[in-house]
């Protein structure tokens, strides 16, 4: 059964299309939607090289998946610096404040290894994660 939180990978079924290889930590799964970040995928972009970061690190950027790629979205493990985000699984916080992830950054109280950033994400309507997950497509990891 898929939940929040949890690891998927894609199958062979999906050779050939967007999410063939593709590693999912699921941060929503409910009777709406399903919302996750594709894992090992580098988007080949730096946090720097962003307008409005271009003061920070230069931090890889992952690409998260196919929606909203025009976006920049965080995982973290440090709650106790970025305030805002969502509880997804054990240590495992979704969104939360860029202010303060600047802000920890400027004052180096947080290392890359406690947060991802990743352009985009990986949407599914009601019910389609989990059809394709009954047709084999997914893996728990």
Known sequence: ??????????????NGDYFEGARILLVKHDQ???????????????????????????IPLREGGPVGQDHLYMLHRRPDLINGGQRVGEGIYWGGSMDDLVTALAVQEIK????????GYCGWDAGELDQEWMEGCWLQQ
């Open 112 to 119: 890359e290894d406690q947060f991802t950033l990743f352009l």
């Open 1 to 14: 059964m898929l939940q929040s939180g949890q690891d998927i990978h894609a199958t062979p079924i999906l």
């Open 32 to 58: 709406d939607e399903s919302i996750g970040f594709i894992t090992n995928r580098a988007s080949g972009k730096q946090l720097n090289e962003l307008v409005e970061f271009s003061n920070c690190p230069p």
